[in-house]
């Protein structure tokens, strides 16, 4: 099954920075963590892409309906709770704000 979103860069950004954090964190042996681990690593790949390539095209205000990304179910729901763990570690209100509203959506549709 797969998770349509239609995101601002604005919120492919946040994200973007926000998953990126999980390179930082130290290694681990425990097997279901590195699952979720790889899982997430390939989500802020795909996010940092995306974001990459909205800068090189110039486009970071696209139509209203906003940029289309497309997640398998496992990573629309590993993404939710990275957002949910690691949200406190933003401290910029806006990005914040914007991470909470994503989270919600993909909430919405996990369930």
Same mark, same amino acid.
């Given at each position: 099954?797969? !998770?349509? #979103?239609? #995101? $601002?860069?604005? /919120? ?5 920075? #926000? *998953?990126? /954090? ?7 042996? =425990?097997?279901?963590? =590195? ?5 997430? +690593?390939?989500?802020?790949? &795909?996010?940092? =892409?995306?974001? &990459?390539?909205?800068? &090189? $095209?110039? %486009?970071?205000?696209?139509? &209203?309906?906003?940029?289309?990304? *497309? #997640?398998?179910? %496992? ?5 939710? /709770? ?6 406190? *570690?933003? =401290?910029?209100? +806006? +990005?914040? *704000? ?7 959506? !993909?909430?919405?549709? !996990? !369930?």
């Amino acid at each position: 099954m797969k !998770i349509d #979103l239609k #995101l $601002s860069y604005d /919120q492919i950004s946040a994200v973007s920075i #926000l *998953t990126h /954090q999980v390179y930082d964190l130290k290694p681990t042996i =425990n097997v279901s963590e =590195n699952k979720i681990r790889c899982i997430a +690593y390939n989500i802020a790949d &795909k996010f940092m =892409n995306k974001r &990459k390539s909205i800068i &090189k $095209s110039g %486009n970071l205000v696209k139509k &209203k309906n906003g940029f289309k990304m *497309t #997640l398998k179910f %496992n990573e629309a729901e590993v993404l939710h /709770q990275i957002i949910v763990d690691m949200i406190n *570690t933003v =401290n910029d209100t +806006y +990005y914040r *704000t914007i991470l909470d509203k994503l989270k919600n959506e !993909i909430d919405s549709k !996990i !369930i």
